[in-house]
């Protein structure tokens, strides 16, 4: 770089901007209804919202990991306890979800195998296939044959039926 520069091409901008006098000495409408507008709807808007955020920071919410506490089953339900029919329907669905969940991810993670093991799919896959076989049939033992508009009602009288039908079949097998 040169040493003998040029200062009269490249000059230096001023450091502040000059501030230009009014002519009159009426106030602008416009400052005065922004700062009424600021003290009058700003100001509690922002100190109530701000408010609201250091409660909630307080104690945090978090929606995907809340827990319901479990309910009675229906069959500890008493007799015309609409209440209790409704909270089992709801543990029930829950149940149902997080068991549909449980299936979903060990078929995932029987997907990814494959995909990394490739053609030794078969031996080094073993577990994760005998996993899912496992959840599957534990899905299906509960929730197959409901159909879409299955609910506790009807997933207790399957329960029931199956448990009637292995207590019949372990009397046969002693005869």
């Given amino acids: ?31 005065i209804l922004q700062t009424v507008f600021n003290y009058v709807v700003d100001a509690p808007v922002t100190f109530v919202r701000e408010w609201i955020e250091r409660q909630q920071s307080k104690n945090k919410f978090y929606y995907y990991h809340q827990k319901f506490r479990r309910v009675p089953d229906l069959s500890e339900c008493l007799e015309g306890d609409y209440l209790c029919f409704y909270e089992a329907e709801a543990q029930w669905r829950r149940d149902r979800m997080v068991d549909q969940e449980i299936v979903e991810i060990v078929r995932e993670r029987l997907g990814a195998c494959k995909q990394r093991e490739g053609p030794n799919q078969f031996q080094n896959c073993a577990k994760e296939m005998e996993l899912l076989a496992q959840v599957t049939k534990a899905y299906q033992d509960r929730y197959g044959d409901l159909g879409v508009h299955g609910n506790a009602r009807t997933c207790l009288m399957k329960q029931k039926h199956r448990m009637i039908e292995e207590r019949k079949a372990k009397e046969n097998a002693s005869q």
């Avoid at 901008?13 to 006098?21: L, M, Q, S």
């Fill in 1 to 31: 770089m040169p040493e003998d520069r040029d200062w009269e091409a490249y000059k230096v901008p001023p450091t502040r901007t000059p501030v230009g006098e009014r002519a009159t000495s009426v106030p602008n409408p416009v400052d």
